[in-house]
């Protein structure tokens, strides 16, 4: 059987320009009221930054979707300005994977109640606005790879220093 687009198959394009996520939450809106909606290219707007995906659904749920999405509002992509980290790469929020993120300076709120750190200058310290959590855009001093052979130097030489006092022990 061939496709045929008639009235009842044909798709309309509802919403252009939606990141992943953003299409993903529309397209969630839609289905809670069971209007099917496909969201064309949506593995490539996961993957690279510069392609959007759209949202379509069928012609003749077009009312329904229009009146359920009509106050939902996604900001459009361009807006948000696109930060990048000494490698290039996007910097997206440690908790949602959001690239809507400001730099942060001053007082973070910790996982401890109470407990507050300020920030200092030069810590690349990013506020969320999608979840609006803190997170800090550098590795960890104690995972970066000199450290690692640092560790493993000392434990070397370490393991070293134990086998010589043994022969040193043995010898007396
Ligand atoms: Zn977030």
Redesign the pocket.
Known sequence: MTEVFSEENRLIVLRTGLNQPDGMLLRSVLEAQDIYAFLANENVAGMNEGLYANLMVYAHDLERANAALQKVATMPRCAIPVRRDEDGEEI???????E??HPFEGVVPTIIPGVKITTRKGEAWYH??????Y?KNSLSRLASIPVALMWGGALAGLTLFVIWVIEFLRWL
């Open positions: 997206a929020c440690r908790h949602c994977g959001s809507r993120v969320c606005l999608q979840c609006d959590s997170f």
